[in-house]
């Protein structure tokens, strides 16, 4: 597609539910990207993919967040057991090459925990 | 001007006035630098982007400026037009790390009147 795509682009779970957010990156888009953004805040980083290899997962809250990029294109945001701080918009984002520059950002997906 | 906390800084300019959004960054060791601009329900936009070898940079209608002696970063909009209302975030990297991750600041909300 033209865009990073992210799906659902809202929801809600109940607290202790398990949830996935998908992210379909720019095709041909090595690096991937996910973010937290809470309310009112800006961007935090969660964790890098280069291709299928997860090299950065420094950002990742807890033992309950997990992602994957098995064939180095789609990627899965895993969410065990949610809680009320989960309560976020999870922003994935991806970029051609493997040096930093500037991301090309989804939507978003708004998950809120009741 | 950033600050930390819950409470958005806000800019409110007249249309066709002239916008400057200020940035205080966090890490001597960032070497490069992207504005970013978020509208409400979209993820972040690329501005433009500045490394740490120049103190200026010109884009269309947007000029970023780095003092990296005080740590600091301006984004300039010329002849602000109403498109241009939305949440501001600049955005710091450290090329040499693997991680390619950035760190983003609170943002600056920007409302243009018309």
């Known amino acids: 597609g033209a865009g990073v795509s992210q799906s659902p682009r809202y929801k809600v779970a109940k607290r202790g539910q398990d949830v996935a957010l998908r992210c379909d990156p720019i095709s041909g888009h090595v690096s991937l990207f996910w973010y937290q953004q809470a309310l009112g805040q800006g961007p935090e980083f969660l964790t890098y993919?280069?291709?299928?290899?997860?090299?950065?997962k420094s950002g990742l809250p807890s033992d309950r967040f997990f992602a994957e990029r098995p064939e180095g294109s789609v990627s899965t945001l895993k969410i065990q057991r949610t809680q009320q701080e989960d309560s976020a918009v999870y922003l994935c984002?991806?970029?051609?090459?493997?040096?930093?520059?500037?991301?090309?950002f989804g939507s978003g997906t708004r998950l809120t925990v009741v | 001007g950033e600050s930390v906390g819950l409470h958005l800084p806000t800019l409110s300019v007249q249309e066709g006035d002239n916008s400057i959004i200020n940035c205080a960054y966090s890490n001597s060791a960032s070497d490069y630098f992207i504005w970013y601009k978020q509208e409400s329900g979209k993820g972040p936009q690329f501005i433009i982007d500045i490394r740490s070898n120049m103190d200026k940079r010109q884009g269309q209608r947007v000029t970023v400026l780095l003092n990296k002696t005080v740590k600091h970063l301006s984004l300039q909009i010329a002849a602000t037009q109403p498109g241009d209302s939305a949440v501001y975030f600049c955005?710091?990297?450290?090329?040499?790390?693997?991680?390619?991750?950035?760190?983003f600041g609170t943002g600056t909300s920007l409302t243009v009147i018309p």
């Open positions: 984002a991806s970029t051609l090459g493997l040096a930093a520059a500037g991301y090309t």
């Open positions: 993919f280069q291709n299928e290899a997860q090299l950065d």
């Open positions: 955005a710091e990297n450290i090329r040499a790390n693997t991680g390619n991750q950035f760190y």
